[in-house]
């Protein structure tokens, strides 16, 4: 099973700087990578695919990046509505499972 | 644009089954999606279940899979979640998902299950 590792755990930073969150896979990954936003009592929403493309209606200032093992979610400008938790996720094929990494809190300084 | 919801009873007793269903709308089931359960312990993160295809071919997390049991209902276009022998450690925020290529595009609001006497 490929384990996820994200950091850092939280990630305690102002309107308008920029956040570098990361995900570390205990093997190589393929390009099914995606990133998730999470605020309190709401579902997981889709914000990039494949390492690096954004979801429908996702803001530019958000993008995706990495490969093998190491990936990267930027938020180039934060906005008060970026405060949240940010998941990492990825697919084997063989055998099929989903993995998600322990999150990141993104939380305002 | 899809919509999932999902139900059930929110309180299950320990030893016994929890039972969800997710409705899904705005598509149909049996499009080239698979669909997928995914939980979230209170506080904690994201574990997933399980995925079917309206086939009803299925796919577990190994970790679960020998009580986990996920089928569909292409005539009401909807599939289910059945989850023996629970435990508090299943106490969870239960998510249905549509899967899309290896992500999870479309998320249920979720529902809490709650494992209790």
């Known amino acids: 099973e490929i384990v996820l590792t994200q950091s850092p755990a939280t990630l305690s930073l102002s309107p308008g700087e920029r956040a570098t969150l990361s995900c570390r896979a205990s093997?190589?990954?393929?390009?099914?990578l995606a990133w998730y936003q999470q605020k309190p009592g709401q579902a997981p929403r889709l914000l990039i695919y494949?390492?690096?493309n954004r979801a429908t209606g996702i803001p530019a200032r958000f993008s995706g990046s990495g490969s093998g093992t190491d990936f990267t979610l930027t938020i180039s400008s934060l906005e008060p509505e970026d405060f949240a938790v940010y998941y990492c996720?990825?697919?084997?094929?063989?055998?099929?499972?989903?993995?998600f990494g322990q999150g990141t809190k993104l939380e305002i300084k | 644009q899809v919509q999932l919801q999902e139900s059930g009873p929110g309180l299950v007793k320990p030893s016994g089954t929890l039972s969800l269903t997710c409705a899904v709308s705005?598509?149909?089931?049996?499009?080239?999606?698979?669909w997928s359960w995914v939980r979230q312990p209170p506080g904690k993160g994201l574990e997933w279940i399980g995925e079917?295809?309206?086939?009803?071919?299925?796919n577990y997390n190994p970790s679960l899979k020998s009580r986990v049991t996920i089928s569909v209902d292409k005539s009401n276009n909807q599939f289910s979640l059945k989850l023996s022998s629970v435990t508090a450690a299943d106490t969870a925020v239960y998510y249905c998902?549509?899967?899309?290529?290896?992500?999870?595009?479309?998320w249920g609001q979720g529902t809490l299950v709650t494992v209790s006497s």
């Open positions: 079917i295809y309206h086939s009803g071919s299925t």
């Open positions: 998902a549509r899967v899309q290529a290896g992500f999870f595009g479309y």
């Open positions: 705005g598509g149909s089931i049996s499009s080239t999606s698979w």
């Open positions: 093997q190589s990954v393929s390009s099914y």
């Open positions: 996720q990825q697919r084997t094929n063989w055998p099929p499972m989903y993995t």
């Open positions: 494949d390492v690096s």
